[in-house]
Structure formats: C-alpha cells, structure tokens
C-alpha cells in the first residue's frame, strides 16, 4: 500500500497501551443512536449509515460489512436514519490536519463520547482494495480491536499489505467482546472481500 495507514494513532498497540479517558474525536455529523450495539455481546442487526459521497468507498465499506458479517453473529442493513449504529462520513481537513497521510479515522467503543463514526480522509485516493482494507481496519476498531504489532495482521498500524488476516490475538479480543460465528477458526480468519452485495433496508429493516 503506496500510504501510511495509521489509521487513528500510533499508540494502542493491542496489549502495550494502557487504556485512554481521551475523549473520541468529533464532528458536524449525525449521530448514531444506537451505537451501544457495537458493544453487544449477543446477535444484533446493525443499522449502518453510509454517508460518503464516494461511492467506491461506499461499495468497499458494504464488503467489508459483509466481511464481519461472515467472522461475527452480526447481520446489518443500511438506514439514513438516526438510529444507525454505526456510520462511515468524509472525513474534515481539519480531523486530518495532524497527519495527512492518514487514511482513515475510527472512534474507540472504550472512550468517551462514541458515537459508532468512522471517517475516511477524501484528500488521499486509494484503490479498491486499499479502501476495502482501510473498512474492515477501522470497523474492528469500532468493535474494540486495538492495533496487533504483527504485520500479517489486519489490524497492523501501518501500510497493511495485500494478504493480511484476524490473527489468533485479534480473534481472541473479539471472542471476548462479541459472539463469533460458530465456524469462525481461533487461529486464523483471512481477509478476502466478498461479492459486492449492498443491503439497502429501510431504518426499520424491511
């Protein structure tokens, strides 16, 4: 990947970093009501709210919704309402001001203020495959996954290379926050995206 991906900072490497009462970073977006189901433990149908107006970014985003859809007991439906649960958005200049090569921005589920947002830096252009990367990296993040120092892991805090996975840690984390599908390996999920299949539902799932 031709960018630095650091995609939110540098330093929550999983298991080195002692845990942040910094607020979440913010913005003039809507919120999302009912971000707690980021944080079930149970089956839930997330209401996600696309609002990129790329929609390259919006196809890969829904791919990598698929993608979690297949690791955890989630399912989800796109909403342009309130009660989301999660949201992706263009990013600001200002929320990237700090460091620009920085692709992407995902709240944390253990800071105050979340609101289940993720923004995505429009300055920088990404391939298809860099931007479907990019998602399932800060989609963990929302779910509670830290950065992992291995780079053969998706969730490595910087340039992600074209074959990357949710190593046994990543897995481990995630088992302990949320239900896995019951055919889900402990010791390895690859990260392949899968076929392009937006769900678009009403807010009420219909």
């Known amino acids: 990947m031709k960018y630095l991906i650091y995609l939110f900072l540098l330093l929550p490497m999983a ?3 002692e845990p942040s009462v910094t607020p979440n970073w913010t913005g003039r977006y809507s919120p999302c009501n009912n971000h707690a189901e980021l944080l079930s433990h149970e089956h839930v149908d997330l209401g996600v709210r696309i609002a990129t107006a790329n929609a390259e970014l919006a196809e ?3 791919r990598a919704l698929d993608f979690w859809a297949g690791v955890l007991d989630i399912d ?6 309130d009660d989301c649960a999660l949201q992706v958005v263009d990013g600001t200049p200002s929320l990237f001001n700090f460091c620009r090569c920085m692709s992407a921005r995902a709240q944390l589920p253990d800071q105050p ?10 300055r920088l252009k990404l391939t298809k ?17 830290s950065h992992n120092p291995s780079d053969s892991s998706v969730m490595f805090y910087l340039g992600l290379g074209k074959v990357v996975s949710l190593n046994a840690t ?3 984390t995630l088992a302990a926050r949320h239900q896995l599908r019951p055919e889900v390996s402990m010791e390895q999920v690859p990260v392949v995206a899968p076929p ?3 769900r678009v539902h009403s807010a009420s799932g219909q």
């Open 76 to 81: 989800w439906h796109e909403t342009e309402s």
């Open 113 to 122: 203020a979340f609101q289940g947002w993720i923004a995505f830096n429009p």
């Open 15 to 17: 298991g080195l970093a």
């Open 196 to 198: 392009v299949e937006r």
């Open 170 to 172: 990543d897995l481990d």
């Open 129 to 145: 495959h860099e931007m479907f990367l990019d998602s399932v990296h800060e989609i963990g993040h929302v779910l509670g996954l």
């Open 60 to 62: 890969q985003f829904a």
